[in-house]
């Protein structure tokens, strides 16, 4: 009974800025692995930012100093913070767990548009 659920999306204006979360219910948060990912149109699902279990976070090159992950292990909840977003964020946003044991639980998405 694991869900992960997105949620903060929508339509900005390039420089804009737009703070993604994830709830998660069913597992043990504070000892799973926290990520987002994103898919554009036409292009390969890649990881854009995760925090681990002891709250390390790492960033894929093109993100770096404009967006911060975070956890609340309290609320069971991973964020997403993303300023001075550009047109090649656009893309749906995944939240994605990994537990100790490596099973992997995904959301089921939302939807980040940046466009004049």
């Known amino acids: 009974q694991v869900k992960l659920v997105e949620s903060g999306g929508g339509l900005v204006q390039p420089g804009g800025s737009l703070r993604l979360s994830c709830a998660a219910s069913?597992?043990?948060?504070?000892?799973?692995?926290m990520n987002w990912y994103r898919q554009a149109p036409g292009k390969e699902r890649e990881l854009v930012a995760g925090v681990s279990r002891g709250a390390i976070t790492n960033y894929i090159d093109s993100v770096k100093g404009r967006f911060t992950i975070s956890r609340d292990n309290a609320k069971n909840s991973v964020y997403l913070q993303m300023n001075s977003l550009k047109p090649e964020d656009t893309a749906v946003y995944y939240c994605?767990?990994?537990?100790?044991?490596?099973?992997?639980?995904w959301g089921q998405g939302t939807q980040v548009s940046v466009s004049s």
């Open positions: 069913g597992l043990r948060f504070s000892i799973v692995d």
């Open positions: 994605h767990s990994v537990t100790p044991a490596g099973t992997q639980y």
